[in-house]
C-alpha cells in the first residue's frame, strides 16, 4: 500500500494518458452528450461492480452526459494522473486517496469546487473530511469514502483460547502466546508498510510531522518506541514474520485461511475477508478499535478517497463532471456503495439504519470517532514510501530502530519539497 511506481508501471501510464479524456473533443459540437472519464481506483472485484451500477443510474437521469470508466489501480494512479495531467491530458474526475489531494492542487492539476454542483451539499459531509480535503482555504475534492484501521479477528479463535479483544498492545501480546499455545494458531500478522505502522505511532503520542511548529517528528522518542514495539512483537513471536515482498496480500491470505487470529485493517478489506474459508459466516469476523500504546492511548489513521475534478477539462466537462461528482457523494448513492460493498459513508445523514445495521460497518463508524488525520501536506505518499523502505530494513534486522527512523527523517527532508523547511529533531 502507498508504494513507489516501477518503472514498468510508469512506461504503462504514458499509454494509459493517451486514453484519458480531460477534454473528449467532438461530444457538445456534434450536438450530442459530453463525454467524462472517470479514473476509479477502488479494488476492480469487490468495490468496482457497484460503482459501475451507480454509473448507470447517473446517466439514465442524466441523458446529456456519458461516463467512460477506467478502473486503475491504486499502486500506479497518482503517478498515472500526473503523467497525464502533465501532458495536458488527464481524465476529467479521478478518485484520489486523500494523502494526494494536497499535492494534486499545489501542482494545479485539481479544480477547486467551491460553489461549483460538486459541494451543494457540502454541509453534510463531515467537516473533518471536507478541511483535509481544503488547500490555502479552498475545496479540491469531496469526500467519497472513508475508513480508519482497526483490529480484525477471528471470533472462533479467540474463543477457543479463551480471550478477549486486547485493548493495549500488552494485552495483544498475551492474547497471541495463549491462541498459540491453545489453538496452534498465529497471534497477528502485521503489514510491514509504514502506513500500518501508525497506530503504533499515534498510540504512543507521535505524529510525522509538526504542521505547527514545523518539525519532522517521525523520529523522537515516541516514533522510536512505536516502531521498536513492532520489532519486539515479531522477534518473541507474538507477531508473524511478515514477507517483505508482499506483505499486505500474504496478510490477507492467512487471516482469511485462519492461519492467524488477528490482523490490523481496515473496511475496504472485509469484502475480501468475507470470501475467505474462515470467515464463511459473516459473524465470525470481529472489528474493534486498535490496541493503545504504553500510555494508555490508543490511536488510528483517518484514510479515504476523494473525488476531484481535472482543472484542464473545458467548461462542459468540468461542469458534467462536477453533476456526476455531486451524484456519487450524494447520501442515496453512498448508502448504496456502503451496502453493496461495505465502504464507510462521508456524511452523516448516509448511515441509515440499513447501513448501520451491519455490525462490521456499525463498529468502523465507532472507531471513525477516535480517529487521527493524516498530516495535510503535499507529498504525503512519497513520505509513506521512503518511511517504509527504511521500515522493512529495520525489521529485517539489517538497521536499528534509530538508524532507521533517522534515515527516513533525513530523506523527507531532503526528497519532500513540502518538508524542506521543516526542521529534523
Request: charge should be negative.
Amino acid at each position: 500500500m502507498r508504494r513507489g511506481i516501477a518503472a514498468t508501471a510508469l512506461v504503462a501510464s504514458l499509454a494509459l494518458a493517451a486514453t484519458a479524456c480531460g477534454g473528449d473533443s467532438g461530444d457538445k459540437a456534434t450536438g450530442g452528450p459530453v463525454t467524462i472519464t472517470w479514473w476509479d481506483t477502488s479494488d476492480a472485484t469487490n468495490e468496482a461492480p457497484a460503482y459501475k451500477k451507480l454509473i448507470e443510474q447517473f446517466e439514465a437521469a442524466n441523458k446529456d452526459i456519458k461516463v467512460k470508466y477506467q478502473n486503475v489501480p491504486f499502486a500506479e494512479a497518482e503517478q498515472k494522473y500526473k503523467t497525464a495531467a502533465q501532458a495536458g491530458n488527464a481524465p476529467d474526475v479521478l478518485r484520489a486517496d486523500v494523502g494526494w489531494t494536497a499535492g494534486l492542487a499545489e501542482n494545479q492539476y485539481l479544480a477547486p469546487l467551491d460553489g461549483t454542483p460538486a459541494t451543494k451539499e457540502i454541509d453534510s459531509f463531515n467537516q473533518g473530511l471536507v478541511d483535509g480535503a481544503k488547500v490555502d482555504g479552498k475545496l479540491y475534492g469531496v469526500p467519497q469514502v472513508t475508513d480508519a484501521l482497526a483490529l480484525l479477528y477471528n471470533k472462533e479463535i479467540f474463543a477457543k483460547a479463551g480471550v478477549q479483544p486486547p485493548t493495549t498492545w500488552a494485552e495483544l501480546s498475551t492474547a497471541a502466546k495463549s491462541i498459540k499455545t491453545k489453538t496452534g494458531v498465529d497471534g497477528i500478522y502485521l503489514n510491514p508498510d509504514s502506513y500500518f505502522a501508525l497506530p503504533f505511532l499515534y498510540g504512543e503520542g507521535g505524529l510525522m510531522v509538526d504542521t505547527e511548529t514545523k518539525k519532522i517528528t517521525v523520529n523522537d522518542e515516541a516514533g522510536k518506541k512505536a516502531v521498536q514495539t513492532v520489532v519486539d512483537m515479531i522477534k518473541d513471536g507474538v507477531a508473524v514474520k511478515p514477507d517483505y515482498t508482499d506483505g499486505y496480500n500474504n496478510m490477507q491470505a492467512a487471516f482469511k485461511d485462519g492461519r492467524v487470529a488477528m490482523v490490523i485493517n481496515g473496511p475496504w478489506s472485509t469484502a475480501d475477508d468475507l470470501s475467505g474459508k474462515a470467515f464463511k459466516n459473516k459473524d465470525n469476523l470481529g472489528v474493534a478499535p486498535v490496541p493503545a500504546g504504553s500510555g494508555g492511548k490508543a490511536g488510528t489513521p483517518t484514510g479515504g478517497h476523494n473525488l476531484v475534478v481535472y482543472n484542464g477539462s473545458d467548461a462542459p466537462h468540468k461542469e458534467a463532471a462536477q453533476k456526476f461528482v455531486a451524484f456519487m457523494t450524494s447520501a442515496k448513492s453512498q448508502e448504496f456503495a456502503a451496502t453493496e460493498t461495505g465502504v464507510l459513508p462521508t456524511r452523516d445523514d448516509a448511515y441509515t439504519v440499513k447501513v448501520v445495521a451491519d455490525p462490521i460497518r456499525a463498529s468502523f463508524k465507532n472507531v471513525l470517532a477516535d480517529s487521527t488525520a493524516r498530516p495535510a501536506v503535499a507529498g504525503v505518499s512519497d513520505m509513506f514510501a521512503e518511511w517504509t523502505k527504511q521500515y522493512i530494513e529495520i525489521l529485517k534486522g539489517n538497521t536499528t530502530v534509530e538508524k532507521g527512523l533517522d534515515t527516513t527523517a533525513d530523506k523527507w527532508k531532503t526528497n519532500i519539497n513540502s518538508l524542506k523547511e521543516y526542521s529534523v529533531d
